[in-house]
DNA sequence: TAAATCTACAACCAGATGGTTGTAGGTTCT
DNA sequence: AGAACCTACAACCATCTGGTTGTAGATTTA
């Protein structure tokens, strides 16, 4: 909880990033789907130990998996990636807001017709 | 451990971010620098775990603190958050370069789920 | 059919996380 | 000087996390 509305999505995706393995697992199943089994051979750890993996990325919502025969292929899912950036670029918002009223207080701008604006990137 | 080890760096800034007191922080010191005890009083817990939270961002270098008398302002570090989209960015060019990995890939390696162990990065 | 493979989940464990209270020392205000 | 305030850290606690092994059922292959 705490501070009211905060998505409980960003959080998952956040945490779920927040790990070299896990990472590693978007980066290849964004490129072309895998099966778990396939993914576990990749990393030095037990297949439990990645399958546990694409569970957290899997309920962060930044992979789906898809039942093919008796594997499972999973597939990144890059929507949920843009969402997480998006919740950056909201931060960074605001500190570019924080530095246009900065700048409208000391320049004392004559222009009062444009809002901010005079800010690029 | 496991994998890279070259990134603990965004690994500590993700995990910084999975939670909401301390993304509330970080904007809100992104605005303007505020006292340990001022951020404390705007959650419901103590002074002591918002100064945890405070601590965790500082490590993660999204955060820094400057003495000023008896109370230390927290300054929220911009150029953090982008290195953490840039990194968020990285995934968003490899899903846009995947059919030309996936090429190569399958030159490599014409086996699917190719019991080798090749570490990335 | 039998063996191999793949997924899924349970039980267990050590260490990290997120909160608490308490204590101590430095700085500012009367 | 003394009170009030702010930071810092330690000890403690419950829960979560990231790994392990083991087991079971479904599907494919020999």
């Keep these: 909880m705490v501070?009211?509305?905060?998505?409980?999505?960003?959080?998952r995706a956040l945490r779920a990033l927040a790990d070299p393995t896990r990472r590693?697992?978007?980066?290849?199943?964004?490129?072309?789907?895998?099966?778990?089994?396939?993914?576990a051979r990749r990393y030095p750890m037990s297949f439990a130990a990645v399958h546990k993996h694409v569970?957290?990325?899997?309920?962060?919502?930044?992979?789906?998996?898809?039942?093919?025969g008796r594997e499972s292929l999973v597939h990144g899912e890059i929507d949920r990636v843009r969402a997480v950036r998006a919740a950056l670029d909201a931060l960074e918002q605001v500190w570019r807001d924080r530095v246009a009223r900065m700048d409208r207080i000391l320049?004392?701008?004559?222009?009062?017709?444009?809002?901010d604006a005079h800010h690029q990137r």
């Design 3 to 11: 501070v009211g509305s905060a998505d409980a999505a960003t959080d």
């Design 24 to 39: 590693d697992i978007l980066r290849v199943t964004l490129v072309r789907p895998l099966s778990v089994s396939a993914l």
């Design 55 to 68: 569970s957290v990325l899997e309920d962060a919502g930044l992979v789906t998996k898809r039942r093919r």
């Design 107 to 115: 320049a004392e701008d004559p222009d009062e017709g444009a809002p």
